[in-house]
């Protein structure tokens, strides 16, 4: 039986993520939007946000009230490190802070620690041979090369 409330749902073409819903009651108005958070990952990692909602993998996508501010942590599998925020979300700090207003994708991007071959230092460029010679700075003669090392 109708009251005299009434409720208005609207879908707004090509917007088709982004649900506008207005409800008109009791004589008073109020407007309510609610927009999509995607996140995407490349490489070995987990995202989650503050408040919560997202869990990816898991949860990547989550509908929050517009104009939410939301805090994403990016946290890298064992073996690989954080690089960088890609589409929506910009940066390289693993902890950035989004509003959400519009439909976003956020991608966290993860890169595998460099490796390094078995005995080698850290710092030591792969061909580089150098001769350790006693007397001489950092026991280094330079470059491997016939004649060179005297």
């Given at each position: 039986m109708f009251t005299g409330q009434k409720s208005v749902i609207r879908v707004v073409p090509n917007l088709a993520p982004v649900v506008f819903v207005a409800l008109a009651a009791c004589g008073g108005q109020s407007i309510t939007t609610?927009?999509?958070?995607?996140?995407?990952?490349?490489?070995?990692?987990?995202?989650?946000?503050?408040?919560?909602?997202?869990?990816?993998?898991?949860?990547?996508?989550e509908?929050?009230?517009?104009?939410?501010?939301?805090?994403?942590?990016?946290?890298?599998?064992?073996?690989?490190?954080?690089?960088q925020w890609l589409g929506d979300c910009e940066g390289s700090a693993a902890t950035i802070t989004i509003m959400v207003d519009k439909l976003l994708t956020c991608t966290a991007v993860f890169v595998a620690h460099p490796a390094r071959a078995p005995g080698r230092r850290a710092g030591s460029r792969p061909g580089d041979q150098r001769a350790r010679r006693p007397g001489l700075p950092h026991g280094l003669c330079g470059t491997i090369q016939p004649g060179h090392c005297r």
């Open positions: 609610t927009s999509n958070l995607i996140v995407e990952i490349q490489g070995e990692g987990h995202v989650t946000s503050q408040p919560g909602g997202i869990d990816c993998p898991g949860d990547c996508t509908r929050f009230i517009s104009e939410t501010s939301l805090t994403l942590t990016a946290s890298p599998n064992a073996g690989f490190q954080f690089s």
